[in-house]
């Protein structure tokens, strides 16, 4: 199974600050690798999909990059709402499977 | 607007049976592949099944197989995972997710419906 590695564990900024996530795969991934954000008591919410392409509806300062087996999400800058726990998750090889999550908290 | 709305939680003891669904609406549920993810309290998220819009080949996590069966009928744009054997650490909140079409991600989530395993 493909493990992926999320950090740091919890990020602590200000609004209007850029936030920066890493997610890392114990093979390599190619591009098959999805970020989502979770809010408290919602579902998760499809940010980007295959490394970096915007899902549906998701403002352009969410962006991903990254291939093989390193990855980031940014957020360029920081809005109230942004505020939540964030997972990766990759489409590489069954079983699908996500990171462990990257909480970004108010600073 | 798509919606998918779980149903079906509750509390069961250990090694009992529960069977959850999820209806859809808002796509056309036959052309699209459809997963179950679940999430513990205060754990991270967990994939549980996949079965593509014509059930032609299912896929499950470890944790499941052989216990869970998920299942589709696609005249009540109807979602189902057959839980059997049930454990401790199969407590969670269950979720129905799409498969974003051409990719094993998940675009469209329900709000969850909680499993409670305890005697």
Redesign the interface.
């Known amino acids: 199974?493909i493990v992926l590695t999320q950090s740091p564990a919890t990020l602590s900024l200000s609004p209007g600050e850029r936030a920066t996530l890493s997610c890392r795969a114990s093979q390599s991934i190619s591009s098959?690798l999805?970020w989502?954000q979770?809010k408290p008591s919602q579902?998760?919410?499809?940010l980007i999909?295959?490394a970096s392409n915007r899902?549906?509806g998701i403002p352009a300062r969410f962006s991903g990059s990254g291939s093989g087996t390193d990855f980031t999400l940014s957020i360029s800058s920081l809005e109230p709402e942004d505020f939540a726990v964030y997972?990766c998750?990759q489409?590489s090889k069954?079983?699908?499977?996500?990171?462990?999550?990257t909480k970004v908290e108010i600073k | 607007q798509v919606q998918l709305v779980e149903s079906g939680g509750g509390v069961v003891q250990p090694g009992g049976s529960l069977r959850l669904s999820c209806a859809v609406s808002g796509f056309t549920f036959s052309r699209y592949g459809m997963?179950w993810v679940r999430q513990a309290p205060g754990k991270?998220?967990?994939?549980v099944a996949?079965i593509p819009y014509d059930e032609s080949n299912k896929?499950?996590?470890?944790s499941v197989k052989g216990r869970f069966t998920i299942s589709r009928d696609n005249s009540k744009n109807t979602l189902y995972v057959q839980m059997n054997n049930l454990r401790a650490e199969d407590t969670a909140v269950y979720?129905c997710a799409r498969k974003?079409d051409g990719?094993?991600?998940?675009?469209y989530?329900?709000?969850?419906t909680l499993v409670t395993v305890s005697s």
């Open positions: 199974e098959f999805a989502y979770q579902a998760p919410r499809l999909y295959d899902a549906t997972y998750q489409r069954w079983p699908l499977t996500f990171g462990g999550g | 997963h991270g998220l967990e994939w996949f896929y499950y996590a470890d979720y974003l990719y094993n991600h998940f675009d989530w329900g709000q969850g």
